[in-house]
């Protein structure tokens, strides 16, 4: 009797430890969470945001307030002939001053809009291939890379966080209008 009892629960913890070790294997190493921080004007916060545009392949969905960039410019429009979906959203007052880089980049990307419902409109954030958001303090501008203290966080394989950002992107996207 005692060798049946002990070949039972050998077997419920065998079972158990296979349950676990699939589960293990398909949920947790599957979604593992990973962060990235940069702090300008020391961290390199440009070559990380470009890493990331240079390596997406679905979809780019941007939140800036200000863009005056020229190297993350290009990266974007390069994802753009690649097949990449870009959608930007710019807060409205930047398109009336004289940012020839902006009026560049809508000419050449389709899927633009600028923002006048809020005096600033001073999101900052960036969803690729709706597995990677980028947020922070900054801005895709060479004086937040170069001058600026700024910060940046990037968060791969948050599905929930990931989620909030595309509804707020999409609240936005709707508030705003096409030049």
């Known amino acids: 009797m005692k060798k049946k009892n002990i070949l039972f629960l050998f077997l419920i ?6 349950f676990f ?5 398909n949920i947790f190493y ?6 990235f921080v940069s702090f ?14 240079n390596n997406s392949n679905k979809e780019i969905l ?4 200000n863009f005056t960039n020229k190297k993350i410019a290009n990266s974007l429009l390069k994802a753009f002939y690649r097949g990449v ?20 980049l809508v000419k050449n990307i389709l899927n633009i809009r600028f923002n006048y419902l809020y005096k600033n409109m001073h999101n900052k954030f960036i969803i690729i291939d709706n597995n990677i958001v980028g947020t922070g303090s900054y801005n895709y ?5 170069h001058y600026n203290s700024e910060n ?17 992107f999409y609240k936005l996207w709707f508030e705003s209008i096409k030049k």
């Open 13 to 18: 913890f065998f079972c158990f430890m296979c």
């Open 21 to 25: 070790n699939f589960m293990k294997s």
């Open 30 to 35: 599957k979604y593992k969470s990973r962060i």
């Open 40 to 53: 300008s004007p020391y961290g390199h916060t440009e070559n990380i945001i470009l890493n990331f545009i």
């Open 62 to 65: 941007l939140v800036m307030y």
């Open 85 to 104: 979906n870009i959608k930007i959203i710019l807060d409205g007052n930047v398109f009336k001053q004289k940012n020839f880089l902006i009026r560049y």
């Open 141 to 145: 501008t060479f004086s937040a890379d």
């Open 152 to 168: 940046v966080i990037f968060l791969e394989n948050t599905p929930k966080i990931i989620l909030k950002y595309k509804k707020e």
